[in-house]
């Protein structure tokens, strides 16, 4: 399934798979197991380049924190770079630089991930690296003080002080009531500032333990060899006595249409609609996926050909499919010509989704959909470091790894009268959010 990974498209920033790529052909075979603390592990072994990765899924994202604690889950993914008991503060990148490797982290509403690609006779350094993590993670008035004016300034120069950066802000706070979707990962400053050493201590505990993590190693591995020296690293590592929170909360079904505007230091007008959608995983949410190409899958899709080409109303046309681990959004966005309002590209965008759920799509669209979805499917897997991650998210989201290599099927059942139900179902005006996103000048 297409999870929006830390995070999306035009506007907003997001890690994505891309080392050395290679011809990944045929079935990804892999051996998992348990350590006795509850990590699960996952080896992939592909001896074609001598390169390995090392991923390490938490099960936390902005969803299991509190509502006047947004954006702690972030918080760690800095905090977690900052050094260990055996590990002096700074030192993870470098580390892992001096050795040939590259390394990063990033969060989401659902997980956090870690990873280093390294030379594969790296590799346990990247394990050293991540047992420290999880079991010696400095915590102390220096490294919490750094890192909140690290993410203060990434709030700024990511969100409030990029153009049209506060969009996805707006539209999740206005999208949800009860869920806690309604933040997104950034958080709000104030309450990173508020919060005590203690707070981030038992958040810590809580999450960023062995049975709430997830191993991968993919690459130049023997497969016994590197079981002991997981098992050298990380068996060792305490369970953890905390209970993992994970929100029971379910969104109320919408019944009726919510407007919003907003106003920011923007020059054209732009309108974001925002519809609730099935979780991951679930038939209608890989209807979605695939309806979300139809759409908007590059300058021959429907919205583009229409309404930027043929009518000249937009700059910009786009559809997403936020395919998250609880019932998530499908959103579509337009940023009006020199000229055009938000009210035209409204109508417009009205329009042609009504259009697509009155008519028919052509075998031949049909097609180009799927063959967009098999290649991303397959491009996914391209990377030492997409095999780890992807197998690392089929586990933590859904039990079942082997989807890695089977999940295309599910795409395969979807027909055209899926993708015309679904657009009926779900991409009704009474199930959406219409967010205008106006210039600070039209502000009466």
């Known amino acids: 399934m297409k999870r929006f990974k830390p995070l999306v498209v035009i506007l907003f920033l997001f890690l994505f798979p891309g080392n050395r790529s290679f011809a ?3 079935k990804i075979d892999f051996n998992e197991f348990d350590l006795k603390n509850g990590l699960h592990v996952i080896l992939h072994q592909n001896n074609s380049i001598p390169t390995v990765a090392v991923n390490v899924v938490y099960h936390v994202g902005s969803k299991n924190e509190n509502a006047d604690r947004t954006g702690f889950a972030h918080f760690f993914e800095h905090l977690m770079f900052e050094g260990s008991d055996n590990i002096n503060r700074g030192q993870f990148f470098k580390y ?3 050795a040939g490797g590259n390394n990063n982290a990033s969060t989401s509403f659902d997980i956090t991930q870690y990873y280093e690609v390294l030379p594969s006779n790296q590799l346990e350094l ?3 690296l991540e047992s420290e993590r999880m079991l010696h993670l400095k915590i102390d008035s220096i490294g919490i003080e750094t890192q909140r004016k690290v993410v203060k300034e990434e709030r700024k120069q990511s969100y409030e002080n990029r153009p049209y950066g506060r969009w996805m802000l707006e539209v999740f706070a206005n999208s949800f009531q009860k869920h806690p979707y309604q933040w997104t990962p950034i958080g709000e400053a104030q309450y ?6 203690s707070e981030f201590m038992d958040f810590y505990k809580q999450f960023y333990v062995p049975k709430n993590a997830v191993l991968v190693i993919a690459g130049d591995i023997q497969i016994d060899a590197a079981k002991n020296m997981v098992k050298k690293y990380f068996e ?3 369970i953890g006595n905390e209970t993992i929170f994970r929100p029971s909360v379910k969104e109320p079904e919408q019944t009726a249409e919510k407007r919003v505007t907003t ?5 054209l007008p732009a309108v974001f609609y925002a519809y609730h959608v099935p979780a991951s995983g679930t038939p209608d949410a890989y209807a979605m996926d695939m309806l979300q190409k139809y759409l908007s899958g590059g300058e021959s899709s429907v919205l583009y050909k229409s309404i930027v ?3 000249q109303l937009a700059l910009e046309i786009s559809a997403m499919s ?3 681990e609880d019932a998530g959004l499908f959103i579509t966005l337009g940023i009006a010509n020199l000229g055009k309002t938000a009210e035209d590209l409204d109508k417009a965008l009205n329009l042609e989704i009504e259009t697509v759920k009155a008519g028919e799509i052509s075998d031949r669209d049909f097609q180009k959909i799927k063959n967009q979805i098999e290649n991303d499917f397959y491009s996914q897997n391209s990377t030492m470091r997409g095999i780890a991650y992807n197998l690392a998210t089929y586990y933590t989201y859904f039990k079942n790894t082997n989807l890695i290599n089977t999940e295309i099927e599910k795409y395969q059942k979807i027909t055209k009268d899926d993708l015309k139900r679904v657009a009926n179902q779900y991409l009704k005006p009474e199930n959406r959010l219409v967010l205008y996103y106006l210039p600070q000048s039209s502000k009466k």
Not at 263 to 267: I, P
């Open 96 to 98: 892992v630089q001096n």
């Open 126 to 128: 990247g394990l050293w």
């Open 236 to 238: 060792d590592i305490p």
């Open 322 to 324: 936020f395919t998250l």
């Open 263 to 267: 106003y920011d230091k923007v020059q």
């Open 309 to 311: 080409d043929k009518q």
């Open 192 to 197: 990173i500032d508020k919060a005590k050493y």
């Open 24 to 26: 990944q052909s045929g």
